[in-house]
């Protein structure tokens, strides 16, 4: 008799339990062509495609503990738009949201696997800045690469007419543990920034640019939505 009567009152706090599709990814193409908007649930093996048009903006509203990724591409002659990442280069929005009291959501923009838009990343605070913004410059800031960084020559990914279409990772291009941070480069000790990684950070030094560069690339907040914008 107590456990049915335990399971009847323990049934509603399950249903409240489950994350609610609480939180908001605002996503806005301020680039001067029609852009297709990646996302993608970590371990999903694609993302979803939606066009957004010149100043026009869309709402993804996704699971209050949702982590992923955001990308957008002009065609998607050379790359699959619902595909980024390790040869497939492009700038992507990382996300690991929270919906624990007792952590806040990560974010970063990342060029580890490559680049092709300038992108940020902004929390929006209701009622302005709220505990976390004291904490450091690394917290409910704007992350932010607003102009993309020189592509090395041997990086660059052109198309027919010989016009920019993404700038790959120095890993996926020449292959080297020093570069992927894998093999005798395998941990943050043994894997260091390396000429690409420091040409991405001149240019974006909020940008993550190689696989440990975590100290300088996370930052974190407790927001309720946040502001993807392609070409601030
Ligand atoms: C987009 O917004 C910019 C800045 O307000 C404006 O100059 C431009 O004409 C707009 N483009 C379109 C296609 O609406």
């Not at 709402?59 to 738009?81: F, I, K, M, P, Q």
């Not at 020559?153 to 992927?180: I, M």
Request: glycine content about 6%; hydrophobic content about 30%; aromatic content about 10%.
């Amino acid at each position: 008799m107590k456990s049915i009567l335990l399971s009847i009152l323990l049934l509603p706090i399950s249903v409240f339990s489950a994350p609610a599709n609480d939180k908001k990814m605002i996503i806005s193409n301020q680039c001067d062509k029609t852009l297709q908007m990646g996302y993608q649930t970590n371990d999903d093996p694609r993302g979803t495609t939606i066009e957004i048009g010149v100043n026009g903006s869309h709402t993804l509203h996704v699971n209050s503990n949702w982590a992923g990724r955001v990308w957008a591409r002009e065609s998607c002659d050379y790359h699959a738009c619902d595909l980024a990442g390790a040869g497939d280069p492009a700038s992507l929005a990382e996300f690991k949201f929270n919906n624990n009291n007792a952590d806040i959501d990560y974010y970063d923009v990342s060029f580890v696997d490559g680049f092709n838009l300038p992108v940020s990343i902004e929390p929006v605070m209701n009622g302005g800045l709220d505990e976390f913004v004291q904490l450091d410059s690394k917290h409910c800031r704007v992350s932010i690469c607003d102009s993309l960084p020189v592509c090395p020559e041997d990086l660059k990914e052109l198309d027919d007419a010989g016009q920019f279409v993404a700038c790959n990772s120095a890993c996926s291009k020449h292959g080297k543990d020093e570069y992927c941070c894998t093999g005798d480069h395998g941990s943050a000790d043994t894997c260091n920034t390396n000429y690409y990684a420091n040409t991405i950070k001149e240019t974006c030094p909020d940008s993550y640019s190689y696989a440990f560069d975590d100290a300088t690339s996370v930052y974190g907040c407790k927001a309720n939505a946040y502001k993807i914008v392609f070409c601030p």
